[in-house]
């Protein structure tokens, strides 16, 4: 009896495979991060949001060490992250909001680079790295394309082969900054739907910064609302996604309904005086 229930406690508890600990942050003079703390659940999407300039994007350049803290700690279950570059990119995936690559490279040679940390020394990409490029490109649409230049493509097309590098990186932890960005609706969606199935059949971690609350709420399992380089609310949707929280982030009125089980909010419209 007492096995069995200390498996289902077990079984119940959340494993956070990402815990960031008091972190501080600033750009010469400018404070960005406060004291910001931030457990990440394993397996799961969880969406960052918050007003422009609050910090989202230095809290994952944070986690990735290409900004210095000042004060806190970032764990990768519960070790410090390593220092060498290839053994962290074999753990997390880094989409920045702008990304950028030399004129000359095609597409797939993009997501082969993906690769790269998973190469024994002097080798390049096995069968079974070719086939994860073409997996990815064949996800994100773009398998015809992949002769092209990165730079030949439209934004959306571009944003799609970011996406793809990041799926062949085929790391357990993604975190993607504002990826739905210059994409159009049926992409925002496909690429939200892939990501929720990357985490819910595959157990992948995700962290994705998103400033559509409606897609948030469409697709994360998790919250967490930052202002001023602080967490100001944390948790699943129907918790964070909130009139209140709405009004205490970003300083908006809005009306959040429940449409088709999904959460849906509509900022109030003010018609300037
Ligand atoms: N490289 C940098 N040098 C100096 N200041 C920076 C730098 N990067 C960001 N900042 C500043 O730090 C603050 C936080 O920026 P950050 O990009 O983290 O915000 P964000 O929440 O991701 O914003 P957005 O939603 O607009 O992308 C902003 O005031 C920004 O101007």
């Not at 960005?32 to 609050?54: D, E, F, Q, Y």
């Not at 062949?168 to 892939?194: C, F, R, S, W």
């Amino acid at each position: 009896m007492t096995f069995l229930l200390w498996i289902k406690s077990d079984a119940g508890k959340e494993r956070f495979v990402l815990e960031a600990t008091g972190l501080e942050a600033a750009y010469g003079k400018q404070k960005v991060l406060h004291g910001l703390s931030l457990r990440i659940a394993a397996g799961r999407l969880t969406a960052l949001v918050g007003p422009n300039g609050c910090g989202k994007s230095t809290f994952l350049r944070a986690i990735m060490g290409f900004v210095p803290l000042t004060a806190g700690q970032v764990t990768l279950d519960g070790k410090p992250l390593p220092r060498d570059r290839r053994a962290l990119a074999r753990r997390i995936a880094y989409l920045p909001q702008e990304a950028h690559c030399p004129d000359y490279l095609t597409l797939g040679e993009l997501v082969e680079l993906a690769g790269f940390a998973r190469y024994a020394t002097f080798a390049g990409p096995t069968e079974r790295d070719r086939e994860l490029f073409r997996s990815a490109l064949r996800t994100v649409g773009l398998i015809d394309l992949a002769h092209r230049p990165v730079n030949s493509l439209s934004g959306g097309q571009r944003q799609r082969a970011w996406i793809a590098m990041v799926l062949a990186q085929d790391a357990e932890i993604i975190l993607m900054d504002e990826p739905v960005n210059h994409l159009d609706m049926k992409y925002q969606y496909a690429t939200l739907g892939l990501v929720q199935r990357l985490t819910r059949e595959h157990g992948k971690t995700v962290v994705a910064v998103l400033h559509d609350l409606n897609l948030t709420a469409a697709f994360a399992d998790e919250v967490a609302m930052l202002a001023d380089g602080r967490l100001v609310a944390h948790g699943p949707v129907e918790h964070t996604v909130t009139e209140s929280n709405i009004a205490r982030v970003f300083d908006l009125g809005a009306d959040v309904i429940t449409h088709a089980g999904r959460r849906i909010c509509m900022p109030h419209l003010k018609i300037p005086a």
